[in-house]
């Protein structure tokens, strides 16, 4: 159970580390563009906004790569935090930008949410 919880850990600490490479360094190329469904003009008018955002975006990440790595219970504690706050950030996302979020975000981290609290 724990390695199955550590692998969607990771699984949700790698989308969010793409998720930082796109908001971050290719917001205004069409492949962020298609996967953020914005315009090119739009895309140049936010991109400082779009890398404040992957920052955030780092920053789940970071949490939830050092709970792979950190001995419990701080490890645990991480693991929480992190996709508790990945799971708040995926439901605002859907609610207020693409319901998209719900199944590249939210399902993910509580897939893994539920398997780390099974795993204890």
């Known amino acids: 159970m724990t390695v199955v919880a ?16 796109l908001e ?6 069409p492949r962020a563009r298609a996967a953020f469904g914005t315009t090119e003009s739009f895309a140049e008018e936010s991109k400082a906004l779009a890398a404040n955002q ?3 975006n780092g920053f789940l990440a970071a ?14 504690q991480f693991k929480l935090y992190g996709l508790a706050c990945v799971i708040v950030a995926g439901l605002y996302g859907a609610a207020t930008a693409s319901k998209r979020i719900l ?5 993910p981290g509580v897939l ?4 780390v609290l099974l795993a204890r």
Request: charged share 0%; no cysteine.
């Open 112 to 115: 893994a949410l539920v398997f």
């Open 54 to 56: 992957g920052l955030y």
């Open 63 to 76: 949490a939830l790569i050092w709970g792979l790595i950190a001995t419990d219970p701080t490890g645990f």
């Open 24 to 29: 971050m360094f290719l917001w205004t190329t």
């Open 6 to 21: 550590n692998v969607l850990v990771g699984l949700v600490a790698l989308i969010h580390v793409y998720i930082v490479v």
């Open 103 to 107: 199944l590249v975000q939210v399902l």
